[in-house]
């Protein structure tokens, strides 16, 4: 995915900065950004995926500024197409223990060389520019939401599939068949090898946005979107149409205080809100 960045310059009263930022972040959000960088001076960094910048939002946001005596410009530019997380790649990750049930570890790594119990599950991740490896908050939630859920003999959508890890998981807890997308094509071919390396057969992976599920036959069980905020607003619709009777949909990727957003969008689909979890600041919410 092509993906730009924006300096924002914040010339307002010093006792006032750190409101500023806190508030052109919450706009900067609405027009699709999905991370900032704060060093601390009068400049915010944001990264936004360049086909999801609502350029007109931003610049009315900003226009309507609501404090008083503030002047904020930025300049936009596309950040370079590489594969930013090389370096981390080759360094690998720290295995997850999730509840002393799952195991998610570095596929550059030997089982072997884990302790783990008999009885709990593995699943090796070898990460290729894609998010999902257990490390976060969001990835870890859903995951454990997953383990008190009846998953066997369930059909488990995963929307915005990253490395496969939440589909893997879903696999290994008896889901009878999982469809996963992604629209970064990278995550897509990493899904599919992270599911051979885990000699998991009942992954399919679709390369697109939610407009895949048009194609897609049948409903899910169990949906599960680890998508920031935004997305999970505009796309939360189609995740309905394409849930079962008594279908599970777990959210994460977002801050705790985006939920009662979530949840007003949720109760306009007449889904209702089972059961939340807090970790850092991230959320994690099921509904049915």
């Known amino acids: 995915m092509k993906y730009m960045t924006a300096s924002f310059t914040i010339k307002s009263e010093d006792e006032l900065l750190q409101t500023c930022k806190d508030l052109l972040a919450d706009m ?19 990264y936004v995926q360049k086909d999801l910048l609502d350029k007109e939002s931003l610049d009315n946001s900003i226009a309507d500024f609501p404090i008083n005596h503030t002047d904020i410009s930025y300049t936009l530019e596309d950040l370079e197409d590489k594969d930013w997380n090389s370096t981390w790649e080759e360094g690998g990750f720290e295995p997850i223990n999730i509840e002393g049930k799952i195991l998610i570890f570095d596929a550059k790594q030997p089982l072997s060389s884990f302790q783990i119990q008999p009885s709990s599950i593995a699943i090796a991740i ?4 894609a998010f999902g490896t257990g490390n976060h908050q969001t990835t870890r939630m859903i995951v454990a939401a997953l383990l008190h859920l009846n998953v066997k003999g369930k059909r488990v959508l995963d929307c915005g599939c990253g490395t496969g890890i939440l ?26 090898h992270n599911a051979e390396i885990n000699k998991v057969d009942n992954l399919s992976v679709l390369h697109g946005d939610s407009k895949v599920l048009s194609h897609v036959s049948g409903v899910f069980d169990i949906v599960m979107a680890n998508i920031n905020r935004n997305i999970l607003l505009k796309d939360m619709d189609k995740f309905k149409e394409v849930m079962g009777t008594q279908a599970t949909l777990i959210l994460s990727g977002f801050y705790e205080e985006d939920i009662p957003l979530l ?9 209702h809100e089972c059961a939340r979890n807090i970790d850092e600041r991230w959320g994690c919410l099921i509904l049915k």
């Open 126 to 129: 070898d990460a290729k520019q």
């Open 28 to 46: 900067a959000g609405d027009a699709g950004f999905e991370s900032f960088e704060d060093n601390g001076s009068n400049i915010l960094k944001g």
């Open 167 to 192: 589909s893997l998981a879903a696999s290994k807890f008896g889901a009878q068949e999982c469809i996963g997308y992604d629209i970064d094509e990278w995550s897509v071919e990493n899904t599919k």
């Open 263 to 271: 949840i007003e969008k949720a109760s306009s689909l007449n889904l």
